[in-house]
Structure formats: structure tokens, C-alpha cells
Nanobody, 121 residues
């Protein structure tokens, strides 16, 4: 089970932190990721982080977003800074245990319901 929290509205240039909690996973080694779906766009990868802390980011968020993972608590946060209107989207947390940790939605098989982030100009 995956559940996101922390979405909301913010002014452009502002910051927001999303949190994700995962439960019920018997495999302790798994990839966690953040994806988003902007209005009239397909779902896209934002960031992934593996069990060892290795992370990958989409070019559009590099330098602005930071993913951090607490293995003991099975949580994943996404700190978002310098937000722009283009970051407005529904953000989804997801997980899988297929070994490869990449920004590919097809790898992930456990998804949260999403949380809305709205950035006003």
C-alpha cells in the first residue's frame, strides 16, 4: 500500500514537500519513485531512489527537487523548491521490487492515489 500526503497550493517560486508512506512490502529492497501528471499531459517520472539511496531525477526538476528516503520508516519525501506553474500536477508515489530503479512508470506496480500540487503565478 502506498499513500501520498503534503500536496497543496503555493505561489510560484515557493516550496512544498510531499511525503509518501509505503506498507505491506515483504521485500526490503525496492525502488520508490515520484511521478506526476500535468493537465493534458501523460504521466512522467520526477525522481526515483533505490534502497541504497541512489537517486535519479528528470531534467526538468534537477537542482530544484530532492528526494529522500527513510528506509527504517519506509517513507519517501520530495522537497520541491523554486516551483513554477509548469510544476502544477497530480503527484504520485510508487514502488516496485524489480531491481532496476529508473524513471519508467511501467516498472512500478504499486501506486498511490496521488496528491494535487497547484502553483499559482
Amino acid at each position: 500500500h502506498v499513500e501520498e500526503s503534503g500536496g497543496g497550493s503555493v505561489q510560484a517560486g515557493g516550496s512544498l514537500t510531499l511525503s509518501c508512506a509505503i506498507s505491506g512490502w515483504p521485500n526490503i529492497r525496492y525502488c520508490m519513485g515520484w511521478f506526476r501528471q500535468r493537465p493534458d499531459k501523460s504521466r512522467e517520472g520526477v525522481a526515483t531512489i533505490d534502497t541504497d539511496g541512489g537517486s535519479t531525477y528528470a531534467d526538468s526538476v534537477k537542482g530544484r527537487f530532492t528526494a529522500s528516503r527513510d528506509k527504517a520508516a519506509n517513507t519517501l519525501d520530495l522537497q520541491m523548491h523554486s516551483l513554477s506553474v509548469e510544476d502544477t500536477a497530480i503527484y504520485y508515489c510508487a514502488a516496485h521490487d524489480k531491481g532496476v530503479c529508473q524513471l519508467r512508470a511501467d516498472l512500478f506496480n504499486d501506486w498511490g492515489r496521488g496528491t494535487q500540487v497547484t502553483v499559482a503565478s
